[in-house]
């Protein structure tokens, strides 16, 4: 049994992830990357961890169902149980998501239900808001719409730039997504549809 994670971009979580992984000697291991872009930064960080990376890029496909049909090959040669999603910017269809069903997770960069979808940190800056965060949840076929598993609120002090309030965000994600996925695979969190049970 083994974690594949998919990322898009830069790969700071997938890299908080495998370090705290191997830290705390996960008898479940993170077995492989996915990305979906040739640029993206997360490809650099698997060689220096030694993590086998895939590039499968939709544009190779005709359509969503192929593409998602070969994942679910990649996934099955290396015994992927459990699909974690670091920055991975697409919404998941069905060919992925349903044999993965309760097996899925994702982090996002706001206390959702507010500021689904891309550029959520940039949406709460925009608006003004005096508190955001970060939320883990299961994926579902809804865009952030998930069972949410854990949410850490993140204060916007008068005093923050943009770029200030994304670092605050992303060492609250560092911390927050490994010990949560942990939780998640070895059975301390549940997952029935639009339900989570934390024991």
């Known amino acids: 049994m ?4 998919f990322a898009s971009g830069n790969g700071s ?3 908080a992830v495998v370090q705290y992984s191997r830290d705390q000697h996960w008898t479940t291991p993170v077995s492989l990357l996915v990305v979906d872009r040739e640029d993206a930064g997360a490809i650099d960080r698997a060689k220096r961890l030694g993590v086998p990376c895939y590039v499968v890029s939709p544009k190779s496909f005709p359509t969503k169902v192929k593409y998602e049909e070969a994942l679910l090959e990649l996934l099955k040669k290396y015994g992927v149980e459990w699909i974690v999603l670091a920055g991975y910017l697409r919404i998941v269809g069905s060919t992925l998501l349903e044999p993965f069903e309760g097996r ?3 982090i996002h960069p706001s206390l959702l239900p507010s500021f689904p979808g891309l550029h959520a940190i940039e949406q ?3 608006y003004g808001v005096r508190v955001t965060g970060v939320t883990v949840h299961f994926v579902d076929a809804g865009l952030d719409s998930g069972p949410i598993i854990v949410q850490r609120a993140v204060e916007v002090d008068s005093m923050d730039t943009i770029e200030m309030l994304t670092d605050k965000i992303h060492a609250v994600e560092h911390q927050v ?6 939780k998640v695979i070895t059975g301390k969190v549940l997952y029935t549809p639009r339900i989570v049970v934390t024991s």
């Open 177 to 182: 997504y490994p010990e949560t996925i942990w």
């Open 124 to 126: 709460a800056w925009g």
């Open 2 to 5: 083994s974690i594949a994670i």
């Open 104 to 106: 899925m997770v994702n």
């Open 13 to 15: 979580n997938f890299e």
